[in-house]
């Protein structure tokens, strides 16, 4: 069965630091542009937003202006698995964390003024990560 399978999250206080894993079953994460979304509570389907992506080959990554220098992407071949770092958590950072697999449009150029579906195949049922004191 191919699918992907977020964890990780939980609560944090601000500024602490948090690790996402997403596990894939069915295929290998070097085979697929992959990447993260999130949508914040309170939030529309539409609102949800992009925050990072990896191609396949691991030689691009692109972020989110709202996360750049917090968050880092990686994966673990060996593993099979993508990790989203996330590091100096804010409130607004607070939300559902989904993990994408994507098609070679995923992740290409521009894409954090793209809508946050583009290229995207299928993703998880996400993570809930909650940022508060």
């Known amino acids: 069965q191919v699918q992907v399978v977020e964890s990780g999250g939980g609560l944090v206080q601000p500024g602490g630091s948090l690790r996402l894993s997403c596990t894939a079953s069915?295929?290998?994460?070097?085979?697929?542009?992959m990447g993260w979304f999130r949508q914040a509570p309170g939030k529309e389907v539409k609102e949800r937003e992009g925050v990072s992506c990896m191609t396949r080959s691991g030689g691009s990554a692109q972020y989110a202006d709202s996360v750049k220098v917090r968050f880092t992407i990686s994966r673990d071949n060996t593993k099979n698995t993508l990790y989203l770092q996330m590091n100096s958590l804010k409130a607004e950072d607070t939300a559902m964390y989904y993990c994408?697999?994507?098609?070679?449009?995923?992740?290409?150029?521009?894409?954090?003024?793209?809508?946050?579906?583009?290229?995207?195949?299928?993703g998880g049922k996400g993570t809930l990560v909650t940022i508060s004191s």
């Open positions: 994408a697999v994507g098609t070679s449009d995923y992740c290409s150029e521009s894409w954090s003024e793209k809508s946050y579906a583009y290229g995207i195949r299928f």
């Open positions: 069915g295929f290998r994460v070097n085979e697929y542009n």
